[in-house]
């Protein structure tokens, strides 16, 4: 499972905690992913990490309360996603010709794993990725495939693109593919590796599925595939309460006449104030929003503090920030950690962060 990356794009939640590990619907997006993987019957993962590599070993310690064995490798510079694969070829177990399944740690998926590990054992190809159909493919790099599913071509992001299926980040790799991917240097699978493969005829599958699927990447994107997780529309068996229209973990407290909506997580410890309403929106551990305040579609990090009756409609605040009252954020607007606001101070929308 690759979980080495930046996360430039959900910064600043990204400048405290590494993306794969902040919390959707109450747990690290890793812990539903590794939940999933359990569940499909793999036994032993390997976290290929880099940036902020320690705090994954901190919260999952040896796996054993995931039911998975768990390992970890440290990139000292990032490798890339190709690299990063390549790194932990040592530790893998099986032989030559067995599949290795490889994650990036920032997609929900709802993928059926055993049929797609089915699906490349049975056509025997060296590797099969998990392709997935989206409406407006223009924002991806595609991959066309023939009736049969084999994969044709890697194609970047283009205004008129040939296919709507894109490649969803979860590959199937025969081992002694994998371990041909040149050590030591950066490599990005999706750029060099792949297109590398299909020059040199090797036979690259792919699994068309289209059940639920969410790169979790950027701001937006991750309050979606939160609120999704929270009302069950995308089932998680790492989901630390009942499905319902809103998550309230242990030692959170809400005003009796608050009103929590769509999917809202008040993570542990946090507050909402009497008549405040707080809709699809991601609030960390600690957080506070104030009375009658009005959340919509944002993220609030960790302690932050949300001063009463102001206006947040997706935003993201940094860990610690305060918004003092009479304050109205909207529209992607970001406030780094510890920042303060004072009171009455930004009253504009603004999509720049
Ligand atoms: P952005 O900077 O916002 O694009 O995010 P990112 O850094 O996570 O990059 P991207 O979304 O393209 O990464 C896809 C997956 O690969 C994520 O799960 C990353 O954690 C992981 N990843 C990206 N680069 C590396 C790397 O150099 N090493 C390792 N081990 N994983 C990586």
Redesign the pocket.
Known sequence: M?????????RPLTMSA???MLPVAGVPVTAHMLARARDAGIDHVIL????RAEVFEQYFGDGSEVGIELEYIT?VE????G??IR?VADRLRCGADDPVVIF????LSGLDLGALIRRHSDTGADVTLHLHEVEDPRAFGVVPVTPDGRVLEFLEKTPDPPTNLINA?CYVFRRSVLEAIPAGR?VSVERETFPGLLADGAHVAGYIDNTYWL?L?TPAAFVQGSADLVTGRMPSSALPGPVGESLVLPGAVVAADAKLGNGTTVGAGARVGPGAVVDATVLFDGASVGARAQVTGSVIGRDAIIGEGVVLDGVVIGDGARVEPGNELRDGLRVFPGAVLAAGSVRFSSDRS
């Open positions: 690759l979980v080495g990356g930046q996360g430039t794009r959900l590494p993306k794969p290929a990490t880099s940036y990139e990032p490798l890339g996603t690299g990063g790194n990036n740690g920032d997609v980040g950066p790169d990447g």
